[in-house]
């Protein structure tokens, strides 16, 4: 039987339920919930017993609260043991070492980059990592984790008998802690000239758009996504034992993402910079890179494709958008003249 008095009662508890659960954000209340609707039935004959259930639910809305049973177990410790590779210029003479902490991971985030904070807050402030975006865009939390080269904030901290174990990209020159020194790394990365090239068009730089198609748009997925973390690169033994000389992983691919853009003119002079005996063909597709790579991509393929373009095998294609020049002589102001 419909009967007006329950439906505005469950109407008046659910508009109260959801305007305690945006407050709030408490997901275990809302299951309590959709619980108590679920035993209306049971209760239609008791409106005493019913509200007064309303009201206990409502209140455990209102402040978030958790029963005893499942508190205790949120309560109860999920303790991890994690070992970080420690060195500090400032005692120089103190070898590197691995210290070990049990860090209980009810009180961080679930990613390793998350546990390695709760040791800097509560167990030691000296511990030096970089991090900024905590989401894997700005690639600064690259680390060998579990001896995986990866990001720490993509790296979930798992509760396991085995220890966590962190140590800094390997063969890398170590600063502090897990702080690298990635000079070589990023000047190796302008080496590549990674900026559009548009020879004899400088007095045009910014003044119009430079076309181009969507098809020739999506080659440049799964190259343009690298955030440059260096867990490539130093994941390449070519590259451990010639770094100086051979360019990488991370670099070479973005010269391929650079020499493969329609818009770009470039290619020639790229090409060119690329071939000698280091730079490129140091690379022996052993695919290291491109089994760490975090952000999923594939640096050792891009490799091949320059490989191929350098001897001659392929050949970059035709645009299938130009993007003329304006006529700077019919009046129109925005374009400066250009030169014959
Ligand atoms: S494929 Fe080439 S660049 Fe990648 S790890 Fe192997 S040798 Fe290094
Ligand atoms: S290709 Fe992947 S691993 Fe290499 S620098 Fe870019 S994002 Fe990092
Ligand atoms: S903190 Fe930015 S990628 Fe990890």
Redesign the pocket.
Known sequence: MFNPTIVNRASQFWSCTIASLRRVTCQNSYYRSVRFLSNTKQTEKEPSERESVINAEVAIIKDCKIPPDERQQEDKPRLQTVRVYRWSPENPNVKPYMQQFSVDLNKCGTMVLDVLMLIKREHDPTLSYRRSCREGICGVCAMNINGVNTLACLTKAKESPKPIVVYPLPHSYVIRDLITDMEQFLKQYQSVDPFLKRPGEENFVGLRQILQSPKDRKKLNGLYECVLCGC?TY?????WWLGDKFL??AALLQAYRWILDSRDMGHKERLGKLRDFYSVYR????????KTCPKGLN??RA?AQIKRLLAGLTKKERPDMETPLPNPCQGEDVYPCREE
Request: charge should be neutral; aromatic fraction near 10%; proline fraction near 21%.
């Open positions: 490539c994941s390449c033994p070519p590259y990488g992983p690379c022996h597709t052993i695919f290291n890179c491109t640096p050792g490799i």
